[in-house]
């Protein structure tokens, strides 16, 4: 029994090392490395989650726009939050990735979604980024829900509308999920 959880510890650590190695790839000049790094640790699926997060908020715009490229792929719904700042990002490339991995989780994504919009509904970039995700559900199952905030986004005064319409959706979403 101890040899099997010193090889699991073994195995856990060199794995950890090779998501430390790929996280420094993600940053090469090389297109063709940071591709590769990047279909790697989605490859690794859920070990590379958090250090990815992590990622989501380094101050190199390759390593953001790789993380968040990495999560239109992963679908991990612990990311969700992450990817929700991620709509603010000071780069247009990054706000797209994240809305784009945002609509990839769904009603996973939705609820962080909703709350951000709730407490800052002054930021434009937040709202357009929520404005790309929405416009995506608003097609499926969700669209009930996506659609009074979409209007809201659009209408006049949307820094005023949309936290009222976001509460409402995030209240229909929890009393779905019950």
């Not at 090389?30 to 992590?54: D, W």
């Not at 407490?119 to 499926?140: N, P, T």
């Amino acid at each position: 029994m101890n040899q099997k959880r010193g090889s699991d510890k073994q195995k856990s650590s060199v794995r950890t090392q090779a998501i430390a190695d790929l996280l420094v790839q993600i940053a090469s000049h090389s297109g063709v490395e940071r591709k590769r790094a990047r279909e790697r640790l989605v490859a690794l699926g859920r070990p590379a989650v958090a250090p990815l997060i992590e990622a989501l908020a380094d101050d190199r715009k390759v390593v953001r726009w790789e993380a968040a490229k990495a999560f239109t792929d992963l679908h991990d719904p612990g990311a969700a939050p992450a990817l929700v700042i991620g709509l603010e990002d000071s780069d247009g490339d990054v706000r797209w990735l994240a809305a784009e991995a945002l609509v990839g989780l769904e009603r996973a994504g939705l609820k962080p979604l909703l709350e951000a919009l709730m407490q800052h509904a002054g930021s434009v970039e937040l709202r357009d980024g929520a404005h790309h995700v929405l416009q995506s559900l608003r097609h499926g199952e969700l669209a009930d829900l996506a659609e009074p905030v979409l209007e809201s986004l659009e209408g006049l005064e949307p820094e005023l509308a949309v936290p009222f319409s976001a509460e409402a959706a995030l209240q229909a979403l929890t009393r779905r999920q019950r």
